[in-house]
């Protein structure tokens, strides 16, 4: 059965700022990975995927991702943060069908100005 | 499109009554998918559906919870009798599957009194 490990809680970032949020994975075979990002009171909305090919995904709002197999990591990056980035994060894996998807308890967060 | 659908919005209820939560997929998606999202245990899977079918309901708590989707434009998941400990907010969501993103409806904020 697959799992998903998001270590960080909570994480704060000044506005302009790098981030980076981590993301490990459990899974037999080559996974399929998902970040997601949650407004408060809303539901998820995907912001990258990797399937299979370029380890390094491109999602909206100005997102990555790198899939390193031998660590088991799917972390998000994004160069400069913006106010409007504060939400939560969940990192997401999919069986083998891709249909069954589980995710991360999430990374919440937050920018100061 | 007007996206995945869930009533009600908010539902308040005394323990032991049942409770009954609704979801309107996107339609032409073949896959359904109830979450239900706490602070204590982050977003859980609890059961997924393909063309109308239940696929895979091993994360359903107990015999309290039942899910059912009698076509493909409509899935309800019912709580008989609710605890308090069921409160929380309980999420569907819709996709074509093999690997495509999840389409989340608003979700429904269920607190049991």
């Known amino acids: 059965a697959q799992s998903v490990t998001q270590p960080d809680i909570h994480i704060t970032v000044s506005e302009g700022a790098s981030l980076e949020l981590r993301c490990n994975y459990s899974?037999?075979?080559?996974?399929?990975l998902f970040w997601y990002v949650q407004s408060p009171g809303q539901g998820l909305q995907l912001l990258l995927k990797?399937?299979?090919?370029?380890?390094l995904v491109q999602g909206i709002k100005g997102f990555e991702a790198e899939f390193k197999r031998s660590q088991s990591s799917f972390n998000l990056r994004k160069p400069s943060v913006h106010w409007s980035d504060a939400a939560e994060y969940f990192c997401?894996?999919?069986?083998?069908?891709?249909?069954?998807?589980?995710f991360g308890s999430g990374t919440r967060l937050s920018i100061r100005p | 499109d007007a996206g995945v659908i869930q009533s009600p919005r908010h539902e308040v209820t005394e323990m032991g009554q049942e409770v009954t939560l609704r979801c309107k997929p996107i339609s032409g998606h073949d896959y359904l998918f109830w979450y239900r999202q706490t602070m204590m245990r982050g977003l859980e899977l609890l059961i997924y559906?393909?063309?109308?079918?239940?696929?895979?309901d091993s994360g359903m708590p107990e015999d309290r919870f039942s899910a059912k989707m009698p076509n493909a434009s409509f899935s309800t998941l019912k709580i008989q009798p609710s605890e308090p400990r069921d409160s929380a907010v309980y999420f569907c969501?819709?996709?074509?599957?093999?690997?495509?993103?999840?389409?989340f409806g608003n979700g429904t904020r269920l607190t049991v009194t």
């Open positions: 559906f393909n063309n109308n079918v239940p696929i895979d």
């Open positions: 969501a819709s996709s074509l599957g093999q690997g495509s993103p999840l389409h």
């Open positions: 899974y037999g075979a080559t996974p399929y």
């Open positions: 997401a894996v999919a069986n083998s069908s891709a249909s069954k998807i589980i």
């Open positions: 990797y399937f299979s090919g370029d380890t």
